[in-house]
T-cell receptor, first 113, second 115 residues
Framework: GESVGLHLPTLSVQEGDNSIINCAYSNSASDYFIWYKQESGKGPQFIIDIRSNMDKRQGQRVTVLLNKTVKHLSLQIAATQPGDSAVYFCAESYLSGNTPLVFGKGTRLSVIA | ETGVTQTPRHLVMGMTNKKSLKCEQHLGHNAMYWYKQSAKKPLELMFVYNFKEQTENNSVPSRFSPECPNSSHLFLHLHTLQPEDSALYLC??????????????FGDGTRLSIL
């Protein structure tokens, strides 16, 4: 999940298994959420987003789940591949209030071949 | 190809130098952003431009000076920086700063080291 300390949480997954990365967001008014993937030496890459009127959205091999009751967001990656190894972080925004994105610290996903 | 290009990719400078970071986006977006990414910290928003107008300055020290001559280009002018300014500086763009016009698309950043 998202770090509240100095260390980046790490998730190690066997190649081919499913990965679940969690994020606890802070603002109950947030109505828009994004997951980004950042590989070493590169900038954050958009993966998938979801608005608060939905609780699930699927992309290619990825699914985002939103639980507004407990302010929790998760990213599920199916059949994890070595190329999925990266830092993943969520971002939240209150679009109706025109507030900027607020980013979490991220989770490092390591895929074991 | 991310659609957002940042130059240089790496920059080493002394505390008394003056340098500029450049960002160019080829996505037809109208909002551009500067972020600072330090180790073990979340992305920190620095500046936002929407249709060439600066809409946010997130309490950034004056030794960082942004410039947005048009919707496709963004600069960050640096002078008299401190060692704690060493970080990855990321540029991003989005359709516009208005509500509903996310997400942001990022460049690969400039790795800045202050000696």
């Amino acid at each position: 999940g998202e770090s509240v300390g100095l260390h980046l949480p790490t998730l190690s997954v066997q190649e081919g298994d499913n990965s679940i990365i969690n994020c606890a967001y802070s603002n109950s008014a947030s109505d828009y959420f994004i997951w980004y993937k950042q590989e070493s030496g590169k900038g954050p890459q958009f993966i998938i987003d979801i608005r608060s009127n939905m609780d699930k959205r699927q992309g290619q091999r990825v699914t985002v789940l939103l639980n507004k009751t407990v302010k929790h967001l998760s990213l599920q990656i199916a059949a994890t591949q070595p190329g999925d190894s990266a830092v993943y972080f969520c971002a939240e925004s209150y679009l109706s209030g025109n507030t900027p994105l607020v980013f979490g610290k991220g989770t490092r996903l390591s895929v074991i071949a | 190809e991310t659609g957002v290009t940042q130059t240089p990719r790496h920059l080493v400078m002394g505390m008394t130098n003056k340098k500029s970071l450049k960002c160019e986006q080829h996505l037809g977006h109208n909002a551009m952003y500067w972020y600072k990414q330090s180790a073990k910290k979340p992305l920190e928003l620095m500046f936002v431009y929407n249709f060439k107008e600066q809409t946010e300055n997130n309490s950034v020290p004056s030794r960082f000076s942004p410039e947005c001559p048009n919707s496709s280009h963004l600069f960050l002018h640096l002078h008299t920086l401190q060692p704690e300014d060493s970080a990855l500086y990321l540029c991003a763009s989005s359709h516009s700063r208005d509500r509903g016009d996310q997400p942001q698309h990022f460049g690969d950043g400039t790795r800045l080291s202050i000696l």
